[in-house]
């Protein structure tokens, strides 16, 4: 634990910053595992999302974007895409559900967030290229 020793001495925002990331190398879902859409995303989209991005849905009337099919994912909304195929920092699916926009804004609205092996799930998808398959 000789690592730990020294992380203490560190600025508390580095700290931060090296646990954060060493929580997320040890993500349940690894960047070798292959996340497949239709076995691993569209099931969470369809469970936590679909209720209201869906048409005729409150989030597809005030968005545009329809999670039922993997063309309207990646059409995205009429702002624009919601997923960049391997940038997990700049795909703002990631963005609204890990509440990195404003609160008025995260996802899925007024209910519970998505639990962490979901992220990771879409994460892991994203970071693969985010194809269909």
């Known amino acids: 634990m000789v690592w730990l020793s020294r992380l203490r ?5 580095f700290a931060l910053s090296v646990l954060l ?3 997320m190398a040890a993500a349940p879902v690894a960047a070798a595992d292959k996340v497949s859409f239709k076995n691993d995303v569209l099931p ?5 999302c679909q209720e209201c991005h869906q048409p005729g849905g409150d989030g597809y009337e005030k968005s545009g974007l329809d999670l039922t099919s993997y ?3 990646m059409k ?4 624009g895409p919601v997923v960049d195929p391997g ?7 990631l963005v609204v559900v890990e509440g ?3 609160p008025a804004i995260r996802m899925p609205h ?6 962490m092996d979901e992220v990771a799930i879409l994460r892991s998808w994203i970071k693969g290229g985010a194809k269909n398959d």
Do not use: Y
């Not at 940038?87 to 699916?93: D, G, V, Y």
């Open 110 to 115: 007024d209910r519970k967030r998505l639990n």
């Open 71 to 73: 063309e309207g994912l």
């Open 9 to 13: 001495r560190l600025s508390p925002v």
């Open 87 to 93: 940038n997990t920092m700049m795909s703002n699916l």
């Open 100 to 102: 990195r926009a404003s």
């Open 44 to 48: 969470i989209l369809h469970s936590r």
């Open 21 to 23: 990331a060493s929580a």
């Open 76 to 79: 995205g909304t009429r702002f």
